[in-house]
């Protein structure tokens, strides 16, 4: 595996960020930026040996750090997805936080950990970058230490392993938000998704969970068997689908433990990006809201790319039947994602 490194630009405050590219024997390789904790590109290869770039991105920090890029790439912190009522109660505190999605918290708040310069190292293929959270930054209480480790196979598997600790009792959902487009098409509607999931999370239409968890069977987004991604979005025959405009859906996917939970096929590149995981959810969402430039001058529009979340389910903190969030000092946070490249 060969690690290089390069100025990638300064975060808003000015602090100087780096690309860090490592490239395994094929001549495939992963980009990541210290700024937010960016997976800022993906180079494999596809079914005639071709390399290409499959992960959406921007050219530096100071892209990285405007807001119409939808959280592209980003390390989303402390808290994935959303959170209704922007606030939560722990121990008896009311904790107030950023309302930056309507009435709601979405993403970490107003400078989520996608916004944050983190110290790294480089270890043989692996890149562990650190962040620590001081307690009450963006109304969380609890000061958390937080190391992602991203690591990049000759295989070509990118494998991102999240630790967190804390020091008082705080919620955390931490999951990396990349867009995936496999092939050279401007979007991603020739593609096919198979995720492992009976069911989805009902959502109202501020997309706030229900506490309802709805069969998939007869909607389109049943992806238990590969469906073509433009195909399901012309269907028209279920509410939460149509208001989303497509995939805005959170799946709970089926089984525990480390296990294989979704497919992305483009047919035309023979690319395959199958996404494993030990988290009980996978937020997916197909990219509706792109308008906005990317790298090397590439703009980016309506389902560029899609973003497979996997993390815990949304605003599971108010919804105690979807599990529990709580880190408590002495504990340790610990959730895996791969996602895996090869091409047929
Ligand atoms: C997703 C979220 C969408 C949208 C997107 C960012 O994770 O579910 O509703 O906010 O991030 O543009």
Redesign the pocket.
């Known amino acids: 595996m060969r690690v290089d490194i390069r100025p990638f630009g300064q975060s808003p405050a000015g602090e100087p960020a780096d690309l860090i590219t490592l490239t395994n024997e094929r001549g495939e390789s992963v980009s990541l930026t210290n700024y937010g904790g960016h997976i800022v590109s993906v180079m494999v290869r596809d079914r005639r040996g071709n390399l290409g770039e499959v992960c959406l991105g921007q050219d530096s920090a100071e892209d990285y750090a405007r807001r119409d890029i939808?959280?592209m790439g980003g390390t989303?912190g402390r808290y994935?997805?959303?959170i209704s009522g922007a606030a939560f109660t722990l121990n008896g505190e009311e904790y107030a936080l950023y309302a930056n999605?309507g009435r709601n918290t979405?993403?970490g708040g107003q400078e989520g950990f996608n916004r944050k310069l983190w110290a790294y190292e480089v270890a043989g293929n692996s890149v562990i970058m650190r962040y620590t959270s001081p307690d009450m930054e963006e109304g969380f209480p609890g000061e958390l230490s937080v190391e992602v480790r991203f690591t990049f196979s000759e295989d070509a598997a990118l494998r991102i392993d999240y630790l967190a600790r804390t020091d008082k009792e705080t919620h955390v959902n931490l999951t990396n938000?990349a867009y995936f487009n496999l092939g050279d098409s401007p979007d991603i509607l020739g593609h096919t998704l198979w995720v492992d999931a009976d069911r989805v999370i009902e959502v109202d239409g501020e997309?706030i969970p229900t506490g309802i968890l709805m069969s998939v069977a007869g909607t389109p987004y049943d992806l238990r068997q590969p469906q073509p991604l433009g195909k399901v979005m012309q269907r028209e025959d279920n509410a939460m689908f149509t208001a989303?405009k497509g995939f805005?859906i959170?799946y709970v996917l089926n089984g525990g433990g480390m296990r294989q939970i979704a497919r992305l096929h483009d047919p035309d590149s023979g690319r395959v990006m199958t996404v494993s995981t030990d988290q009980p959810g996978v937020?997916c969402?197909s990219?509706q809201?792109?308008n906005c430039g990317g790298r090397a001058g590439h703009h980016y529009c309506a389902y560029a790319g899609i973003?497979l979340?996997t993390q815990q389910h949304?605003d599971t903190l108010h919804q105690p039947s979807f599990g529990t969030t709580l880190l408590r000092p002495g504990q340790e946070y610990k959730t895996s994602t791969i996602y895996a490249f090869t091409a047929k």
């Open positions: 939808g959280y989303i994935g997805n959303r999605d979405l993403h938000h997309l989303a805005d959170g937020q969402y990219g809201g792109f973003a979340e949304p």
